[in-house]
Nanobody, 115 residues
Framework: QVELVESGGGLVQTGGSLRLSCAAS????????MGWYRQAPGKERELVAV???????NYSDSVKGRFTISRGNAKNTVYLQMNALKPEDTGVYSC?????????WGQGTQVTVSS
């Protein structure tokens, strides 16, 4: 019912920036929570940032002040601007949407931050 496609990942040096994008199919409104999660090999997937609806946002403590989540004018798109990247930010970043009380996930995009 909903498909998510992430883009914007890549290899960047410490201190660099990347902007991730996630586009969702279907009819999405600002009340549908959309967020970004990440997972490093051997670790659990963790919340990075989420727009919980109405443009209200929450961030992981580890990214506060460095990352910014935002929605496009078309609310089926969510962005993650990542600045001052650190090696510990490395992982697969996945987009999630809650739609009709169900969670949908994209395939993820790899972010690698070199020392």
């Amino acid at each position: 019912q909903v498909e998510l496609v992430e883009s914007g990942g890549g290899l960047v040096q410490t201190g660099g920036s990347l902007r991730l994008s996630c586009a969702a199919s279907g009819i999405i409104s600002s009340r549908n929570a959309m967020g970004w999660y990440r997972q490093a090999p051997g670790k659990e997937r963790e919340l990075v940032a989420v727009d919980i609806g109405g443009d209200s946002t929450n961030y992981s403590d580890s990214v506060k002040g460095r990352f910014t989540i935002s929605r496009g004018n078309a609310k089926n798109t969510v962005y993650l601007q990542m600045n001052a990247l650190k090696p510990e930010d490395t992982g697969v970043y996945s987009c999630r949407i809650t739609w009709y009380q169900r969670d949908y996930w994209g395939q993820g995009t790899q972010v690698t931050v070199s020392s």
